[in-house]
């Protein structure tokens, strides 16, 4: 499996009509199941935009986003969902994207019905089980009937991880997935992140301005800067032979701890 | 400890804290102590770092310090804080007022919410400026771009006759920079006040900190949950976990040589995240039961 975006343009009009932001110039990318592909930049450069064309959350202005060449566009309807089951999205702010009154068998429980990998009240319970148990939140059942707010911040993320997973994804957009969190959480986050990689062959496209993080994850890196991918290339070339002026500057600023 | 040079031993540290307690309401009938009896010292020029993770006390602590705690007899502040040698527990509410407004100045996370977003931002660095100590209006609006300026903000005129949204976050973390060392403080409070910049913008608003700082020899305490940043700009550490301070000393031997099992810890999965061939370490389980016991055990 191949998803591929080609010469993605993404305009947005501001205030006045004439005023246009040119949130994504030109972008070419290519992610792969098994495949830890990061998209890195600064706040403005587009990586978010990217990333919600590449959900299918917003159309882009032109360019395609092709899934083993077949662009969303002429998918059929059922191909679409298709497509949408397996390119799941995890997003920054876990509080944000669980709702405060579902607890996590119902917030994991319903996509799986939705995408009808289960229908019945225990396999659907099961299915919850065996994605919890996947993103490390042993024993699944202490956390079946656990609101968001019962949870931590490091937990809400898994929960995030566990719905998408729960649906047989091939890639996962990861839209700064651990960027809130505290060192210990975060490294825990991108553990299991990396064993459904190593497991299950999943994929990520992964949006981020952590660079530490880019380094010590991704195979393949791209760099945005104002809309643009200015740079791209094997984790290694990135970081020890970065060709572009802004990625050197990007390098430069990531703060290390000795 | 020994007494630094500029200050004789019978001179009182500019803020010295001794067994603080606050107990936070979390609900309705539910309460959690966020410090647990915290000894703290900060001396004359001296940049102190606090570390630690969400939920650590570390912010707490800071607000107690300014005396920005909520005003609800529901939150409990006891033990001691003295700032100049003044026990400001207890003390009436213009004691605190006298505080921040000429001694303690603060930058937050999130600039937005501190900043009056109706008022031109040189007004604002104006308000910062006790009456009287300038002079005249004029005098007033050449201070205020002098302080803009030294918080790094180019064009300082054009700036003062901007409003907050019109600026992006690294502009209003310097402003924020501005209203703060346009007090003249004894002491700057800095919390998380890079976290939410991007890492180029960061780096920069650090350095005009480190700068400002330097120039003004004012005291700092930075806190955040980013050793990588804590590191680079204070002299002494204090790391939190649950409320109480697990360990104190020079930031260069708590980050080599860290004796705490906690502060261990955190050092490998920080050094975990970035180094290269190493495993990515988070806090097992085991370690953060046993640290719950040793701060229930403490208070």
Known sequence: MLLEAKNVCKTFRSGRRTDVVHAVRNANLRARPGEFVAIVGESGSGKSTLARILLDLIPATSGTVELDGVPLGSMSKRERTEYRRRVQAVLQDPAG???????????????IRLHRIATTRTEVRDKVREALHLVGMNPAD???????????????????????IALNPRIIVADEAVSALDASVKAGVLRVMADLKDRLGVGYVFITHDLPVVRKVAD??????????????????????????????????????? | MSAPP??????????????????????????????????????????????????????????????????????????????????????????????????VGMIFQDPLTYLNPVMRIGKQVAESIPPGREGDEAARTRAVHRFLEQAGLERPAEVAARFPHELSGGM???????????????????????????????????????????????????????????????????????????????????????KHPYTQALLRSVRSLADDGVELYSIPPELRRRLAEEVADAS
Do not use: C
Request: aromatic share 4%.
């Open chain 1, 97 to 111: 994207s669980l709702n405060p009154r579902k607890r996590v068998e119902r917030t994991i429980g319903e996509v």
């Open chain 1, 142 to 164: 202490e956390f079946l009937d656990r609101f968001p707010h019962e949870l931590s911040g490091g937990q809400r993320q898994r929960v995030l991880i566990a719905r998408a």
């Open chain 1, 220 to 258: 393949h890196v791209y760099v945005m800067r104002s809309g643009e991918i200015v740079e791209e290339g094997p984790k290694k070339t990135i970081f020890t032979e970065p060709a572009h002026p802004y990625t050197r500057t990007l390098l430069a600023a990531a703060p290390v701890l000795r």
């Open chain 2, 6 to 103: 500029n200050s004789g031993p019978e001179t009182p540290p500019l803020v010295s804290v001794a067994g603080l307690n606050v107990v936070l309401p979390t609900g309705e009938r539910s309460e959690v102590e966020a410090v647990r009896r915290v000894d703290l010292v900060i001396r004359d020029g001296e940049r102190v770092g606090i570390v630690g993770e969400s939920g650590s006390g570390k912010s707490v602590t800071g607000r107690a310090i300014a005396g920005l705690l909520p005003t609800s007899p529901r939150v409990r502040v006891t033990g001691s804080i003295r700032i100049a040698g003044r026990e400001m527990i207890g003390a009436p509410p213009e004691a605190w007022d006298e505080i921040r407004r000429k001694r």
């Open chain 2, 172 to 258: 209003r973390q310097r402003v924020l920079i501005a209203i703060a060392i346009a007090k003249l403080p004894d002491l700057i409070i800095a919390d998380e006040p890079t976290t939410a910049l991007d890492a180029t913008v960061q780096q920069r608003v650090l350095k005009t900190l480190d700068a400002t700082v330097s120039e003004l020899g004012t005291s700092l305490m930075l806190i955040s949950h980013d050793l990588a940043v804590v590191a680079g700009m204070t002299d002494r550490i204090y790391v939190m976990y649950g409320g109480r301070v697990v360990e104190e000393g020079a930031t260069e031997q708590v980050l080599h040589e860290p």
